[in-house]
């Protein structure tokens, strides 16, 4: 399984941004989905996950009510859409996914890991 993930830029606070994850190698229908990020000298952090049915999703308290986790099985995409991002926000976000248990993604341990796309709000 390999994971794509793109839209990464630069963009202003209070701007909006759409991150996506295109999964090859395996259909994402039965995948479930997350979003992590890590800010410089950071650890890698849980952002938003999403069942491979879309139901249930799960977010971090401090992107509640901001982003919003989607999915498009016929597209193989999972996306991330960005919104009133804050300059905290700023940080290398990785797409994640897991076949077994969307549990394993909320606790930081999906089975498979794409590459990361950098976001950087500016104030």
């Known amino acids: 399984v390999q994971l794509q993930a793109s839209g990464g830029g630069l963009v202003q606070a209070g701007g909006s941004l759409r991150l996506s994850c295109v999964v090859s190698?395996?259909?994402?229908?039965?995948?479930?989905m997350g979003w992590f990020r890590q800010a410089p000298g950071k650890g890698r952090e849980f952002v938003a996950a999403?069942?491979?049915?879309?139901?249930?999703?799960g977010y971090t308290d401090s992107v509640k009510d901001r982003f919003t986790i989607s999915r498009d099985n016929e597209k193989n995409t999972a996306y991330l859409q960005m919104n009133n991002v804050e300059p905290t926000d700023t940080a290398v976000y990785y797409c994640?996914?897991?076949?077994?248990?969307?549990?394993?993604?909320?606790?930081?341990?999906?089975?498979?890991w794409g590459q990361g796309t950098q976001v950087t709000v500016s104030s």
């Open positions: 999403i069942a491979w049915g879309g139901i249930p999703t």
């Open positions: 994640a996914a897991d076949g077994e248990s969307i549990g394993k993604i909320f606790r930081n341990m999906p089975e498979y």
């Open positions: 190698g395996r259909t994402s229908s039965n995948l479930h």
